[in-house]
């Protein structure tokens, strides 16, 4: 699994996490790698961070720790089943039809970590600031239907 942030102006730092992902995890990935990258990109903390609705980002002691950095960035309020605002699906999606047309195929851990940290810092600026740009009628067309698909 793959943990990766990005902004208009900038990619955040990409985490290859080798084992489930728990409340505990996603909470060292959280204080380590996005509290200093939300700090660096929104130093006046207007930053707002997007997340799913996966059981860690629910956690108590996440939402705990969101709760006592709120005045450094804001938590966006997510639908409970609306999976077509994220555009970091198509950040992971690219990634996977990179790493597959590569060959050989990654041999071992150190290789894959390699090859994901390879695409993803060589990922277009272009396409993921597409995608923050797209925020808008992501979620005007979520609200049109009503939580239902989209085209995203």
């Not at 939402?63 to 309020?77: Q, R, V």
């Not at 609306?82 to 992971?92: Q, Y």
């Not at 990922?123 to 995608?131: A, E, H, I, R």
Request: glycine letters at 4%; hydrophobic letters at 45%; a neutral charge.
């Amino acid at each position: 699994m793959l943990w990766g942030a990005f902004s208009w102006a900038v990619l955040g730092a990409v985490v290859l996490v080798e084992q489930t992902m728990k409340a505990a995890n996603y909470l060292n990935i959280i204080a380590d790698q996005l509290h200093p990258y939300m700090a660096f990109v929104f130093p006046t903390g207007n930053g707002i961070l997007q997340q799913d609705n996966a059981p860690y980002h629910k956690a108590r002691i996440v939402l705990e720790w969101f709760e006592e950095h709120t005045d450094e960035f804001h938590l966006m309020s997510w639908p409970p089943n609306s999976p077509d605002l994220n555009p970091m699906e198509h950040i992971w999606d690219a990634t996977e039809r990179q790493l597959r047309a590569q060959t050989p195929t990654c041999p071992n851990i150190s290789t894959f970590r390699g090859r994901c940290l390879d695409i993803w810092y060589n990922l277009s600026p272009v396409m993921y600031q597409k995608l923050v740009a797209s925020m808008p009628r992501r979620v005007a067309a979520v609200l049109k239907a009503k939580g239902g698909a989209t085209r995203y």
